[in-house]
């Protein structure tokens, strides 16, 4: 029979397992990010994960000795999450490391002291597997160790040899398992029985290469990757049935249930299924954000957006209405903050990512989920939804494919997801259709051109104008031998000074000239190494193997190279001021102004701004020397070069290099000198998409007529309320605080008003056994009076109801339900829920306390239809 076992905390297990190693000559190494530095992976999914350069012999190791408590995500198995005892997103591996140093025997010896002598699990609970092959293993576990051969399992490849990938470093594994029934005893021991084992401990012995021809041979240096999940021993330690109630969890799933009004304990499976996909996908979501890692429709940001879209579906699946999840990631930092402090420190953003993304999908959800409704009703028990409508609910309200799954399988339908790819890749070849047609232009002639013309050679960082052939005109998209004057025309040429829209830098403007010829260009556009100058032939004819003169608009071309460069230290007064991790999402750079996209989860506050502005100008004024250099991307990268959003680099890149301001990868154009820029003024800052912030500023002279605009508005309020430049601003305080005087007194009247008016209502409240009863219809009433008016009522008549309505503006309409103690607890009726499902008659939603709740919809011809279904309902409830 198995001992007793000391419970130790989440973190105390974490701590053991690091000192255990630090005294074995390990080096303790912090966990690396969830974002890795390996480009085949989206997200660190395992502890070796950031020592796979080292075991593939890429990278030196710095100690030949390592461990570490490593945070990981996985979403392969995401359905199985909440299902099972011990499947999650996110959990954190204890891992011990050697880089050509101590081999089996020493890994096997420790893991087995670890086990048994600090972590005290009885030897008689511990089954250990090894690789069907390895017989030296083996024989440590028996000879040395001392565990019975009945209790060794010798396991397949599939089992027990781990591989990088079909060729590389590779090697058996043993692991150990803890036994939940030793009494069983050691015959017909089956290790996938689940209810019975759990594997807690997996040692890695890299002693192979493997080649292309699946040959094995002995490594040179053989390595030790082990892997402790600390949840499963956590459960081993705490003695609980799964991984999901100890410390490490159980609390983030505590909030969650107390928010809904729900004991875990006393909670049916599928209610507790939800609770612990909430704690589970909570914990993956702080740490994703904490790490960098913004929602989105592609890559890392969708995983992260479809883990916070799972946790406010199963939120609302447990009763819960409106925003909680910034209430669970509280539970899920105070949780991680000691051992990962960067989830305090970067609070903020996290909470702000996931309150963004919760008011995003709850709206969807609004939509979505009334026509899956309708969709579900009309689909036969155990039937299907088809691909079309799966894909309906995709395209027009974003509900992801995996959501309609999860919640057909809930009325227990399936969807046809064949048919729901057929439909996306419909919809894919006709937007690919539509984006042809519109681009047919120039690039169906294009794709033909490039067969027989070579590339356009660009000149223009340093020609300014130069002699050049015209190699091809096109006319509406086709290719012509020649054009007449007033013909709308692109022209390729075969070398060019202009240059061609690329890296956020519109193309030039300028002229083509030759014997009687003129041609305005307007843009110029890069396509496949090929520059396409946009126009219109002002004088002459324009025909294939002319030579013309081209020649850049040099005043445009000093705009834009103002901006450009100002777009350059911008983001390096960003990275000062706000924040170093600020890296660049889109910019434009034209002659009249610039706007830099950039990923920042708060907005740059005015004071902020300010010292940016300040900074820019003070290295304007400085006059820096702009050096410009080609290089390898290698060296660039070596020197600190931050390389440039929407940008492809070949092996040698251009480096704009502002000495000791910025330095950057960049195909642009550029000032010489920053004293070039002149001046430079944000004009404004704001918030384009979750976690991007866009800034719109002007250089050169530019601000000289930014400035002129604004002296013209200040000009006119001067004008208008005859004061000074200086006084506008206290005027408008004045007028602000003249406006909120007059905007409470209207708001006390029409508190008054709803006041006299409730009162008269009071003799129509129905008596419903011990409980009185009052819906009615209050006209235009605002909802803050509605509301107002309804807590009065309730009040007044005691022990009841009170529902009221109203369309406070055209479109909308206001619901307020007020229930008394009484109902609350007699009737276990709840006022949040009640108007809740109530509003949806009306197109709409919402929620609030038991025993006082608000709620709306949009369509105001369906108010009467609600407030009949709500008396009905409340005189069925209160009377049973």
Known sequence: MAKTTPSLTGSQIRDKFLQFYAKKQHEILPSSSLVPEDPTVLLTIAGMLPFKPIFLGQKQPDFPRATTSQKCIRTNDIENVGRTARHHTFFEMLGNFSFGDYFKEQAIKWAWELSTKVFKLPPENIVVSVFEKDDEAFKIWEDIIGVSPKRIKRMGEKDNFWKAGPTGPCGPCSELYYDFHPELGDKNIDLEDDSRFIEFYNLVFMEYNRDVDGNLTPLQNKNIDTGMGLERMAQILQKVPNNYETDLIFPIIETAANIAEIKYKKADEKIKVSLKVIGDHVRSVVHMIADGITASNTDRGYVLRRLIRRVVRHGRLIGIEGQFINQVAEAAIQLSEQVYPQVRERESFIKGELEREEVAFLKTLERGEKLLAEIISKTPNKGQISGVDAFTLYDTYGFPLELTQEIAEESNLTVDVEGFEVAMKQQQERSKAAHETIDLTVQGSLDKLAEHIHPTEFLGYTDLQLTAKIEAVLVEGKTVDKAEAGTDIQIVLNKTPFYGESGGQIGDRGYLTGDNLVIRIDDVKKESGIFVHFGRIERGQASVNDTVTATIDRACRRRVQANHTATHLLQAALKKVVDDSISQAGSLVDFDRLRFDFNCPRAVTSNELQQIEDIINTWIAEAHDTEIATMPIETAKEKGAVAMFGEKY????????????????????????????????????????????????????????????????????????????????????????????????????????????????????????????????????????????????????????????????????????????????????????????????????????PNLAQAGGRDPSKLKEALETAKQQLIEALKG
């Open 650 to 849: 070949g092996a040698e890149v251009r480096v704009i290099d502002v000495p000791g301001v910025s330095m950057e990868l960049c195909g642009g154009t550029h000032v010489k000198n920053t004293a070039e820029i002149g001046l430079f003024k944000i004009m404004s800052e704001s918030g384009i998409s979750s976690g991007v912030r866009r800034i719109e500023a002007v250089a050169g002279p530019a601000v000289l007529e930014y400035l002129k605009v604004r002296e013209t508005v200040v000009k006119d309020l001067c004008d208008r309320f005859k004061i000074k430049p200086e006084e506008i601003s206290d005027r408008i305080t004045s007028l602000q605080l003249e406006l909120k005087t007059t905007q409470k007194e209207l708001d006390s009247v029409k508190q008054d008003l709803a006041i006299a008016k409730s009162d008269q209502l009071l003799n129509k409240a129905e008596s419903i056994g011990e409980f009185k009863l009052l819906v009615s219809d209050m006209g235009e009433m605002d909802a803050k009076a509605l509301q107002t008016a309804a807590e009065r009522l309730q009040q007044k008549l005691g022990e009841g109801a009170v529902i009221l309505g109203s369309i406070p503006e055209e479109g909308k309409v206001s619901l307020v339900a007020a229930f008394s103690p009484k109902v609350n607890k007699d009737k276990q009726l709840q006022a949040g829920k009640f108007v809740g499902e109530i509003a949806k008659i009306c197109g709409g939603g919402g929620g609030g306390r």
